[in-house]
């Protein structure tokens, strides 16, 4: 074969088989502050011949106090040696600094389902924006206490599962949940109305963040808004938080308020709460799923 006669696709594979894969990847970590920190992991990243793209960090402290950092970084390959990077940077720095840290590989999306009730102004919210790919995740299905938005659901092609949950079934029903939600990296309370057991909560330890229907630590319950106007509230607002075994007190990642007036009614104070929630929510989701959260005890720190 004459060289002007060569397959161009031949030459074309071999180029890009040769050719890894640029990947990012996300490092959290949570540690003593203490000198030589930031000089340590960002060598520890230039050995392995990566880049820093972004590098966010806070201190609780002038000295001594608690060190947060958010890292990501581009490196070729890098799903074929995350296994011996976690375990050399485990050796090298994290025992060093007694850090507590986590490294995400951002090509694997992180896995989502979704419990809900009746009300829907939250989870089509959600649903929307994952179909536009406005949420950096995996939407694997959703599970409700009721049949009412299964077509909703549907429409956008999620797997929908109808659990019931009676006094009497409680815990069937959230074996039967734990079962189908399997495998997620994260369940999404978006207005599931029910209270879900110390035992379900244990098993899914920051894992599970709620959406609120009013301004934490304010108005906790049953019908907030209502509490709310009864109060002459001049503000009202959602909060998104972590569920963890003690009710609506887990670690808030994110808030908001609308102000109100004398003139509003309950109707409407729900109507504009709904909105603030769908967006408080949505941010929430967005963070953890993105990696920008990091718990520290009751509290967050979000690199929003």
Known sequence: MLPSERSPSTSTAKTTATKPAIDTATLLIKCRDTAGIVQAVSEFIHRYGANIITLDQYSTAYE????????????????????????????????????????????????????????DHALLDLLWRHQRGLLDCQITCVVSNHNDLRQAVENFGIPFHHVPVQKDNKAEAEAQIHTLMAGNDLLVLARYMQILSSDFVQRWPMQIINIHHSFLPAFVGADPYRQAYEKGV??????????????????????????????????????????VERNVLARAVNWHVQNRVIVDGNKTVVFS
Do not use: C
């Not at 581009?74 to 840290?101: C, P």
């Open 64 to 119: 001594g106090g608690q060190y947060f950092m958010r890292l990501e970084f581009a490196l070729a390959g890098l799903g074929e040696i995350i296994d011996n990077f976690e375990a050399s940077f485990a050796h090298t720095v994290a025992k060093r600094y007694d850090m507590q840290w986590k490294l995400h590989n951002n090509a694997i999306a992180t896995k989502v389902g979704i419990l809900v009730s009746k009300f």
């Open 234 to 275: 001049k503000l009202i607002g959602a909060t998104a938080h972590y569920v963890t075994s003690e009710l609506d007190q887990g670690p808030i990642i994110e808030q908001d308020v609308q102000r109100m007036t004398h003139r509003q009614g309950v109707s409407e104070l729900r109507a504009i709460g709904r909105d």
